[in-house]
């Protein structure tokens, strides 16, 4: 499943005093919460965003997994971003089950293209899955 993106935007520096949140040279709080409306208005529900050490996660609300979206600056380029959705496999184990995401996972995917694309600050798009090669 290709559940990472990157691309390109100088719309989503770093908020103030962000880098103390997370760790220095990491950001992505404003492309989390951009994200975040959007989503919303697709009628998709969200929860709070929280920091991690690598960047800002964006809670999907889903009754059968946990699922989150991550957002962060990609040092490919100054102003590169990278987005990944989670669980980015086919299926997860909870309570000594296999779930299958692939349709949840697909559905999110597919909503994040479309604000992506229909972003004019946004370009160069680019998705992958975590086991392939970038470049």
């Not at 220095?24 to 050490?53: M, V």
């Not at 590169?80 to 959705?85: A, D, E, Q, T, Y």
């Amino acid at each position: 499943m290709k559940t990472h993106v990157e691309f390109r935007s100088s719309s989503f520096p770093a908020c103030d005093g962000e880098e103390d949140e997370i760790n220095p040279g990491r950001w992505g709080k404003r492309l989390a919460q951009y994200l975040k409306s959007k989503i919303e208005d697709e009628n998709i529900p969200t929860d709070e965003i929280y920091t991690e050490d690598w960047g800002v996660a964006l809670p999907i609300k889903n009754d059968k997994f946990p699922m989150w979206i991550g957002c962060g600056n990609y040092e490919e380029h100054e102003d590169g971003f990278l987005c990944f959705i989670e669980p980015s496999k086919p299926t997860v184990r909870r309570w000594l089950r296999q779930i299958d995401t692939t349709a949840r996972v697909t559905q999110i995917a597919g909503v994040l293209n479309k604000i992506l694309l229909e972003s004019p600050e946004i370009r160069d798009v680019r998705w992958w899955d975590e086991n392939e090669e970038r470049g």
